[in-house]
């Protein structure tokens, strides 16, 4: 059964965004995709990463040299702020690849869009302490994600892996997901959000949950820690660029698990990295808990998510979550 909870006029945003992809941009999937080269003999390759984070790995391949080495020559630009708008980027071409967390690549599938993730970047992990999650107030009498039920609360972004991630926490606790108010504000407002009492509760992440939790709020979840092995960022492709080059492909997650595994390795090279492209203060970077890179996804846990967002009313259509990774995608 799915639980209805996307309606109204961002429904229909999204509806329409979506469905604008599949007629206007399906067609452009593998034309020109001859790939570009440079005067050195190097394979031009654009990638769109997060603006948030999860991307220190992809720099820390080029930083290395692991991406030169392959023969590629990769450029990476900022993408959109909500991951899942940089799928019609990756269709029309104007990127090879791009990042994502599995909301994007299940809702891009669920609508018919052919792309594929190529990699992982990180998956949800209990190696580390909790980095995400559902939050209230400290003064609240909110204990469980059960209690949520009738209540409103906040998330960055409607629809996302955060969302489907709460709502598996409420109905683990025993509440029904679709009877709780789920409301988008930006993400850096959403703690004084739930101080000033204008949501009851709040779902974050990485440093904006950390900080709030310092601050006094209190965790009533495991956040992602509910479902190991969830991808929470990944990279994808179009499926007829990678169909036509499979071997490129190939080369650059080769090159990007290097990164992984040297990353994991250096975590000052991660900072190294925050300092450069993220907002986050001196202190922040050097003292933040650091989660594991991993470029293998857990296939079942894939699946897990495609089938939790579909449950729960984020997709309309079924899709088996491992469909829609490509072919020599490192797996578990």
Do not use: H
Request: hydrophobic share 40%.
């Amino acid at each position: 059964m799915q639980f209805g909870i996307l309606s109204g006029r961002r429904a229909a945003a999204l509806a329409g965004i979506l469905a604008l992809s599949v007629s206007s941009l399906a067609a452009c999937g593998g034309d020109d995709s001859s790939a570009a080269t440079t005067s050195d003999g190097l394979t031009k390759l654009t990638l769109l990463r997060s603006t948030g984070g999860t991307f220190e790995a992809i720099y820390i391949a080029q930083e290395q040299g692991f991406f030169k080495d392959a023969g590629l020559d990769v450029t990476i630009k900022a993408g959109a702020a909500d991951t899942s708008q940089n799928v019609p980027s990756v269709l029309k071409g104007e990127a090879q690849l791009a990042m994502t967390d599995i909301g994007g690549l299940v809702k891009a599938g669920a609508e018919g869009l052919d792309v594929k993730a190529v990699a992982q970047i990180q998956a949800s992990s209990d190696d580390i302490a909790q980095s995400d999650g559902l939050l209230v107030a400290k003064n609240s009498s909110i204990s469980s994600p059960a209690d949520l039920e009738g209540k409103k609360v906040g998330l960055p972004v409607l629809g996302g892996n955060l969302q489907m991630v709460a709502m598996y926490s409420v109905e683990e606790a025993g509440g029904d997901p679709s009877k709780v108010d789920w409301v988008a504000l930006p993400t850096d407002s959403l703690q004084d959000a739930v101080n000033k009492g204008q949501v009851d509760a709040i779902s974050t992440f990485a440093t904006f949950y950390t900080t709030a939790v310092a601050d006094g709020l209190k965790p009533i979840d495991k956040g992602g820690q509910e479902l190991l092995g969830d991808p929470q960022s990944l990279i994808f492709a179009d499926s007829g660029w990678l169909d036509d080059n499979a071997d490129v492909a190939q080369e650059f997650v080769d090159a990007f698990s290097k990164g992984v595994d040297y990353a994991n390795k250096n975590p000052d090279a991660v900072r190294a990295v925050d300092t450069k492209y993220t907002e986050m203060d001196a202190d922040t970077i050097a003292n933040r808990d650091i989660s594991p890179f991993d470029y293998s996804f857990d296939t079942e846990a894939v699946d897990t998510a495609a089938a939790n967002f579909y449950k729960y009313g984020i997709t309309d259509n079924d899709v088996k979550g491992t469909d829609l990774l490509w072919s020599d995608a490192p797996t578990d």
